[in-house]
């Protein structure tokens, strides 16, 4: 490849590390044309997957000012540029991963901050944005109804207790 090529390629993965807020390093030997094409569409639609050279990755993402782990840039390596909700794109790897054991997840990048395989599979494993935010608000109108109750308890206790002493009245003067 000559250099105006290899300059080019450098500053469009630059360019994507800057963009993404994850990049997900796999190594995909063995996997045939369909399989990725497979995998692309696993990733959903908010995570490109692009096949990389190493020292251009490396390049790139010092350029980029991205703590990426170079050392795992061996083999055939591929990035998965997340712009979105990187658990989905963890999810769709891991999933993939599971059902194709060629896929191998090496590492990553979340916010700046380097990720390891065993960090994204834990954010695989993380509910998605979604249903953390409905059980945070659960949680938040739980709390609201315990102190609403509360404030109304000894309200209503007097009422039981006016209401008591009325009967009690009512059945001795009878």
């Known amino acids: 490849m000559a ?6 390629a450098v ?3 630059t360019d994507l590390f800057r963009e993404s807020s994850a990049a997900m ?3 995909y030997r063995g996997l045939t044309v369909a399989q990725l094409k497979t995998l692309r569409r696993s990733l959903g639609g908010n995570a490109s997957y692009a096949v990389v050279k190493n020292t251009l990755t490396a390049i790139a993402a010092k350029e980029a000012g991205v703590d990426f782990d170079t050392d795992a840039l061996v083999g055939p390596s591929a990035i998965a540029f997340v712009t979105g909700d ?3 794109a963890a999810k769709g790897l891991r999933d993939f991963a599971k059902a194709n054991p060629q896929l191998v997840i ?3 990048v979340l916010d700046g901050r380097a990720l390891s395989a065993e960090d994204i599979t834990k954010l695989a494993d993380l509910e998605s944005r979604e249903v953390l935010l ?3 608000a659960g949680a938040m109108k739980a709390k609201l109804y315990q102190a ?3 404030f109304t308890a000894p309200a209503s ?7 008591a002493l009325r009967e009690k009245q009512e059945s001795t003067a009878a």
Do not use: C, N, S
Not at 3 to 8: L, V
Not at 157 to 163: E, K, L, P, Y
């Open 157 to 163: 206790q007097a009422v039981r207790t006016i209401d």
């Open 134 to 136: 409905a059980k945070a």
């Open 11 to 13: 500053a469009e993965l």
């Open 106 to 108: 090496k590492g990553g």
């Open 86 to 88: 990187p658990v989905e």
């Open 3 to 8: 250099k105006p090529d290899k300059a080019a």
């Open 148 to 150: 609403a109750y509360l």
């Open 25 to 27: 390093l796999t190594e």
